[in-house]
């Protein structure tokens, strides 16, 4: 399984702690497609239906034709074991709002 960047996945992502996002939900892969490729291990951002965006922490995107946010902060490595099936993949623009929100939250 090779994840591509910008694709959205089903993600198991129990179990968790403290406030961290739980259950199996649509994530956005951000690694790179070499490393994807080559690592046991991937980099995802959570997507979730309930709140407003408001950037840089909740960015605006589709998810199987409906709109989400990707919870910026959220951002963790994950086993591949964990990635369920691909539901599709953001926009071009969308990506891009992702790694501008990335740098604000960590300062890069």
Do not use: H
């Amino acid at each position: 399984m090779s994840p591509r960047r910008g694709e959205i996945w089903w993600v198991n992502l129990d179990p968790t702690r403290g406030s961290e996002i739980k259950k199996t939900r649509p994530c956005v892969v951000l690694g790179t497609n070499v490393l994807n490729e080559r690592r046991r291990t991937v980099v995802v951002i959570p997507l979730s239906a309930a709140p407003q965006a408001a950037a840089p922490l909740l960015v605006p995107v589709t998810c199987a034709s409906k709109p989400a946010v990707a919870v910026v902060d959220q951002i963790r490595a994950v086993a591949k074991q964990r990635l369920r099936s691909r539901i599709g993949e953001i926009s071009p623009g969308e990506l891009q709002e992702l790694e501008d929100a990335l740098r604000v939250i960590l300062e890069l």
